[in-house]
């Protein structure tokens, strides 16, 4: 579990969003959510390598958080189920 957190805090770059090139132009449209709107930049072509790095950087954060998630709520049930008392055999009826 550990070495998720180590490998997230070795992600130095991080941007949301998607990045691709514009039809007839010289330079690349990248598009993220902010505060519930779509807010879009122009992108130089000499940029976009880092660019998707991040993004990428950012998909891989994602990805481990949830693995980091999931351990944390697999660990926590199977405590739950410890602390469960123990059921009783049901009473017979007659």
């Known amino acids: 579990m550990h070495y998720l957190l180590e490998r997230m805090g070795r992600i130095g ?12 132009r010289p330079h690349y449209n990248h598009q993220t959510w902010q505060d519930g709107r779509n807010v879009v930049r122009y992108v130089p072509p000499e940029q976009v390598a880092d660019l998707q790095a991040a993004i990428d950087g950012y998909h891989l954060f994602m990805k481990l958080a949830q693995q980091y998630a999931e ?5 926590t049930r199977r ?16």
Do not use: D, F, L
């Open 79 to 94: 405590e739950q189920r410890k602390k469960r008392p123990a059921r009783s055999a049901p009473a017979s009826r007659k």
């Open 13 to 24: 770059r991080m941007e949301r969003g998607t990045v691709c090139r514009m039809t007839g």
């Open 71 to 75: 351990h944390i709520i697999q660990r």
